[in-house]
């Protein structure tokens, strides 16, 4: 493959991939013109984000396997087609209930293409050039989040709700093509491994459960949730471990990089989701800040974590991933101590500088996450490995998100986010040490 046709096929691969954060964001924008459209509340539209995430969550270690079983370059098609069709049908949709299931079926699209493009990133591009394209993509996935509620008050303003739907089309259209023409077919068959369709429907009533969890106010339903997933989850691990062709292999874990690398980005998010949770909530009841304001300044986070992304890709290329996914956690622990003086300060320059540092500090490891992931196992099982660190990566959001619920100071959140950097830094180190002295 020439070099020129080798950056069209991953210009629009990713191109692909990136529309999938967007959309995740963008249509945040847009629930106060949806619910006027439909004629229904607030509360009810809120349904067409909810179901988004939950479906992608479910989707994509799903989506990894199914791309190490059929080939992952027609599962990235499968998913840019529906996506695209979703699309389409989201634009189209006469009523809520329309509109609910094609942001469903748009889901699946976006889980079956984010695991296999990583999967074909790794199998087409060289090893040397891998956590630079790596890190393309992660700041491209980073952009995507911080620009869509921009990019969706855009185009509802110039256009109406449904542009955020009609936009995707071109850009689909042209990941689509990429994928049927310029992705080689390198890929083999493993037909006589089928998809363990019972071990799927056990992870995606779990993972359900887990993210229903986070959005329930009542201690009764909360119990009553914890324990069903927790029999699911044992129901999961139990048929995994007794199936030839599981969904999540757990003998990839006895590789320590494998291991350290998932158990990174699932702390890495876990510090991440808590800042972009809270902060707004800071900003606007403790330091007066308006809706607006805060999210300007929320973006400073989201936009240097993006960047930061594209960084750490070119750290990875001269140094092991280990020692880099240490130094972001070793910096993240400074940064995270900085969130302790930002109600005291009440100043608006310390409030940006603490959230562009631990922005570059979070992001500068994410990249070295992803490879360490996907190095440490064979290139026939990337798109598993690639849905493993998805679900790992949702994890750190749920318990996030639900650590968020429980504590009632901010001291102690801000307390806790920093043991967590901390632990990751003592595992990377760890890793590292023990890949040093087995080299010897």
Not at 156 to 172: C, D, G, Q, R, Y
Request: charged share 10%.
């Amino acid at each position: 493959m020439s070099k020129q046709k080798e950056f069209l096929m991953i210009a629009l691969t990713l191109m692909g991939a990136f529309l999938v954060p967007i959309n995740s964001t963008m249509i945040s924008i847009a629930l106060g013109s949806i619910s006027g459209f439909y004629g229904l509340d607030i509360h009810s539209t809120t349904w067409v984000v909810t179901i988004y995430l939950i479906v992608m969550a479910v989707t994509q270690p799903i989506a990894g396997k199914l791309g190490d079983i059929y080939g992952n370059r027609k599962i990235y098609i499968v998913g840019a087609a529906l996506f695209l069709v979703a699309s389409i049908g989201c634009a189209l949709a006469l009523n809520m209930i329309m509109l609910v299931v094609f942001r469903s079926l748009q889901a699946i699209g976006g889980g079956l293409l984010i695991p296999n493009v990583v999967a074909l990133i790794r199998h087409t591009v060289s090893r040397e050039r891998l956590s630079s394209v790596m890190g393309l993509f992660g700041m491209g996935m980073g952009l995507g989040a911080a620009v869509g509620p921009l990019v969706g008050s855009l185009l509802i303003a110039v256009l109406s709700w449904k542009a955020i739907f009609w936009v995707n089309v071109p850009f689909l259209v042209g990941a689509l093509a990429g994928g049927m023409f310029l992705i080689p077919k390198l890929e083999k068959k493993s037909s006589n491994k089928p998809l363990d369709v019972l071990g799927s429907i056990y992870l995606a009533i779990s993972i359900t459960l887990l993210i229903s969890l986070t959005h329930t106010n009542s201690t009764r339903v909360s119990i009553i949730l914890a324990i069903v997933s927790l029999l699911f989850i044992v129901l999961f691990v139990k048929r995994e471990r007794s199936v030839p062709s599981p969904i999540i292999d757990f003998q990839l874990f006895k590789s320590p990089i494998f291991a350290n690398a998932n158990i990174s980005v699932l702390l890495n998010n876990f510090i991440m989701y808590a800042i972009l949770l809270v902060m707004p909530l800071i900003m606007t009841t403790k330091m007066n800040m308006s809706t607006s304001m805060s999210g300007i300044m929320l973006s400073l986070f989201s936009i240097s974590m993006a960047l930061s992304n594209m960084m750490g890709g070119q750290l990875n290329r001269k140094f092991v991933s280990a020692k880099v996914i240490f130094f972001s956690f070793a910096v993240t622990v400074v940064t995270n101590f900085l969130l302790f003086f930002v109600i005291s300060s009440q100043s608006f320059i310390y409030l940006a500088i603490t959230l562009v540092l631990n922005g570059l500090a979070i992001g500068l490891g994410l990249t070295s996450m992803q490879v360490a992931s996907l190095e440490a196992v064979d290139e026939s099982v990337s798109g598993s490995a690639s849905g493993i660190f998805s679900t790992f990566r949702y994890f750190g959001s749920i318990a996030s998100s639900t650590l968020i619920g429980i504590v009632a100071s901010y001291s102690i959140l801000f307390g806790i986010l920093m043991i967590a950097a901390l632990l990751g830094a003592l595992l990377a180190r760890m890793v590292y040490r023990n890949k040093a002295v087995s080299t010897v």
